[in-house]
């Protein structure tokens, strides 16, 4: 199947938000104080503005839905992605964290859109609806992700933010070109 091109079905199947599941073996007492340091480290930030970010209220310390060893969530809007990966790549420690996207396809979010910082871990998928009727809203009141009030740019904004960057990477060297348009 080749990727999707059109500007206005890739934009309208954008992800705007996003699961960090931060993995610790449930009966080592190292790891899971190094989670729940990490947890407290994303809320200060969260406080002073580094980035939007809402780990859930409960820490599992057992296996849970899908996930085979204690783990909690962190949910992020598309927004906060970049600063939070960013964070969490340089400060997870020996912490495996499990990234996948909040859309209508629970199952394939986990099993194919996903990705993994440290060691990945078996998921119990059968667990997991494949279709659900609509995407799970969380933090609705933060007006973010899928609860935004309107899009960041109109399509015709990113048609000239587009054409302005490929202009600007003319005079790159290094910069692959985008192919003409086919009504070009």
Known sequence: MAPQTNLEDVVNSEVKEWHFHIYFHQNNAEEHAAALQL???VLRLRRDGAF?????F????SPMGPHPVGSYEIWVPSTSFAPVFSY???NRGNLSIFIHPLTKEERKDHEFRNAWMGA??????????????EVPLQYASLELGYSAPGP???LEERRRI?????????GEKEAARAP?????
């Open 39 to 41: 947890r407290d480290a």
């Open 52 to 56: 939007v970010a809402v780990p859930l």
């Open 58 to 61: 409960r820490v599992n310390t």
């Open 88 to 90: 969490l790549s340089q």
């Open 120 to 133: 990945p871990f078996p998921l119990d998928l059968s667990v997991l609806p494949d279709m659900l009727s």
């Open 152 to 154: 960041d740019f109109t």
């Open 162 to 170: 587009g054409k302005n960057v490929e202009r600007i990477l003319e």
């Open 180 to 184: 003409p348009r086919e009504s070009d």
